[in-house]
Nanobody
Framework: VQLQASGGGLVQPGGSLRLSCAASGRTFSSYAMGWFRQAPGKEREFVAG????????YYADSVKGRFTISRDNAKNTVALQMNSLKPDDTAVYYC???????????????WGQGTQVTVSS
């Protein structure tokens, strides 16, 4: 599976962004998908995850109620809608695919290249 993340950019605090991740390969619907982020000098951290059939979603406490993950298996895409953005959300965001829904980096086998999100006034 090859992943391509897009949609990052510069946004003011309180604003919104929608990240998208396009996947190649016919087995996309077999994978759980996750979004992670990495700020400068920090470890990569889990943001949100969704099971292969969208029946289960997990969110980091820091983004609950503000971010929503979704997927469209017919289009091989997964999205992360980010609302009420804060400066602490500034990071490179990565999409990832794994065999099962997980909240840890080691649980995902395929990674996209990352897209920069900067929240600043």
């Amino acid at each position: 599976v090859q992943l391509q993340a897009s949609g990052g950019g510069l946004v003011q605090p309180g604003g919104s962004l929608r990240l998208s991740c396009a996947a190649s390969g016919r087995t996309f619907s077999s994978y759980a998908m996750g979004w992670f982020r990495q700020a400068p000098g920090k470890e990569r951290e889990f943001v949100a995850g969704i099971s292969w059939g969208s029946s289960s979603t997990y969110y980091a406490d820091s983004v609950k109620g503000r971010f929503t993950i979704s997927r469209d298996n017919a289009k091989n895409t997964v999205a992360l809608q980010m609302n009420s953005l804060k400066p602490d959300d500034t990071a490179v965001y990565y999409c990832a695919a794994g065999l099962g829904l997980s909240t840890v980096v080691a649980g995902y086998h395929y990674w996209g290249q990352g897209t920069q999100v900067t929240v600043s006034s």
